[in-house]
């Protein structure tokens, strides 16, 4: 079956560097999701990607954020400069539809520390 | 604005016995999805099963069933026969129309579900 896949699965980094997270969706699907989870809470939704441009972007994908689709397979999410409160689970997600009535597959993470 | 309510933190139920997980939602749009997913301890997120506002069935996966309530706005999971491999957290999650072209998806805070010998 399928799988959106995610790299690396853990990310370890100083305080003020940049990261950027790779996840590769599934291959025909066409909407595109980042969300985090700080540990043991909430999953956050951050943004949506839709026909190579942002749809939706939540309070928290501030200017630190961005998200890119640079080639056919890849989506990243990368974050400029990384705060403590950035350490969290990050999730990306693929839907073959925008609609509704499609699941979110989702990728098996990426645990960023920020130390 | 789109809510969804988990009201049990957490979830005790023996070995083999069916367990109902419960999620009520809110949404003022017509055409919606509710969805379950399962986090293991192992951190991914798997979906299990799916609802869609217009269903008059409820919607059945292997030990997995959906009782759906659409006036009383609920969607409760319901687990029989549970095994130890059940023992994880078990979000609510819905998708409507109101949030856009690429409907975001909005979970609850979680139920986290303990089986026991």
């Known amino acids: 079956e399928p799988e959106v896949t995610q790299t690396p699965s853990h990310q370890v980094t100083q305080m003020g560097q940049e990261v950027i997270l790779r996840c590769v969706p599934i291959s025909n699907h066409l909407y595109f999701y980042w969300y985090r989870q700080i540990l043991g809470q909430k999953v956050e939704f951050l943004v949506s990607f839709y026909n190579n441009e942002i749809s939706e972007k939540s309070e928290i994908f501030d200017d630190q954020f961005s998200v890119e689709r640079p080639d056919g397979s890849n989506f990243t999410l990368k974050i400029r400069s990384t705060k403590l409160e950035d350490s969290a689970m990050y999730f990306c997600?693929?839907?073959?539809?925008?609609?509704?009535?499609?699941?979110?597959?989702f990728g098996n993470g990426t645990r960023l520390t920020v130390t | 604005a789109q809510k969804i309510t988990q009201t049990q933190p957490g979830m005790f139920v023996q070995e083999k016995e069916a367990v109902t997980l419960d999620c009520t939602y809110d949404t003022s749009d017509q055409s919606y999805g509710l969805f379950w997913y399962k986090q293991p301890s192992s951190g991914e997120m798997i979906f299990l099963i799916y609802q869609g506002s217009y269903d008059e069935q409820n919607a059945t996966e292997g030990r997995y069933s959906l009782n759906f309530q659409k006036a009383r706005k609920s969607a409760n999971l319901v687990i029989s026969a549970s095994q130890l491999g059940d023992s994880a957290m078990y979000f609510c999650a819905m998708r409507d129309y109101l949030t856009g072209t690429a409907s975001k998806l909005t979970f609850g805070t979680g139920t986290r579900l303990q089986v026991t010998l």
């Open positions: 997600a693929s839907s073959l539809l925008g609609g509704p009535h499609s699941p979110l597959h």
